[in-house]
């Protein structure tokens, strides 16, 4: 089982930006390149919704509210992804969490809070 540590959360005013980072540990690289890696959110009493993944060909895939303001990447050789988010909006304020995925089989983070407000 993959280790999924998130970071990078924290308060921020409209229009702002934040770059959130999820550490692969545990899991060696070779194991790492095979998850197909994503950020979700989640507000309070709602379920978990995808933000923005990789899909099993590379691409990526993006919720339409975030697209044009936030990107995801990743750095294999340091088993990390990121979400680099821009234009931020009140709404966007939610636990964002991480998650790795191979064959059937999902592996989470604890989650990182990220709150939009003046």
């Known amino acids: 089982q993959v280790q999924l540590v998130e970071s990078g959360g924290g308060l921020v005013q409209p229009g702002g930006s934040l770059r959130l980072s999820c550490v692969a540990s545990?899991?060696?690289?070779?194991?790492?390149?095979?998850?197909?890696m994503g950020w979700y959110r989640q507000y309070p009493g709602k379920e978990r919704e995808l933000v923005a993944t990789?899909?099993?060909?590379?691409?990526?895939n993006y919720a339409d509210d975030v697209k044009g303001r936030f990107t995801i990447s990743k750095n294999n050789s340091k088993k990390t992804i990121y979400l680099q988010m821009n234009n931020l909006r009140p709404e966007d304020t939610a636990k964002y969490f991480c998650?790795?995925?191979?064959?059937?089989?999902?592996?989470w983070g604890q989650g990182t809070q990220v709150t939009v407000s003046s």
């Open positions: 545990r899991a060696i690289l070779s194991t790492f390149t095979l998850y197909t």
């Open positions: 990789f899909t099993s060909d590379g691409n990526t």
């Open positions: 998650k790795g995925t191979i064959g059937n089989k999902d592996d």
